[in-house]
């Protein structure tokens, strides 16, 4: 029983650092919150995963890029969205003036919701 309760304590502690570090790039711990939406314009974004959270109940972690049309486009990632998009979906990036690796997910414009009906509805014709 004992080693049950280890292994699971063990299990629990890689897992959180394997996040940890894996994201660590973007982790900059800030929240929209912290700043004035006026220091942020809208770009259009890309879902590249969206995870469930062990950590947070019942949300997402969504992993994205933005500046789509650069060779290399920047990533982000958002913890606690409870949107649930699909890879590949897009949405609106909410990106700092000032600091453009500075990002935050912003909002699902309706018209990316109607092309990606539209275009999961071809594919089944």
Do not use: W
């Not at 900059?28 to 314009?41: I, R």
């Not at 990036?93 to 509805?121: C, M, N, Q, W």
């Amino acid at each position: 029983m004992t080693k049950r309760i280890l292994t699971l304590i063990f299990l629990i502690i890689a897992g959180n650092s394997f996040l940890s570090c894996s994201n660590s790039k973007n982790n900059k711990g800030l929240k929209y919150e912290y700043y004035d939406p006026e220091e942020f314009y809208a770009v259009i974004g890309r879902v590249k995963k969206n995870r469930f959270s062990y950590q947070l109940p019942r949300t997402n972690i969504l992993f994205y890029e933005y500046f789509l049309e650069k060779e290399k486009p920047l990533e982000g990632y958002e913890k606690g969205i409870r949107v649930s998009l699909k890879k590949g979906e897009k949405f609106i990036v909410l990106v700092h003036k000032k600091d453009s690796t500075i990002s935050f997910f912003g909002y699902v414009d309706p018209r990316f919701r109607k092309e990606s009906f539209e275009e999961a509805r071809k594919k089944s014709e």
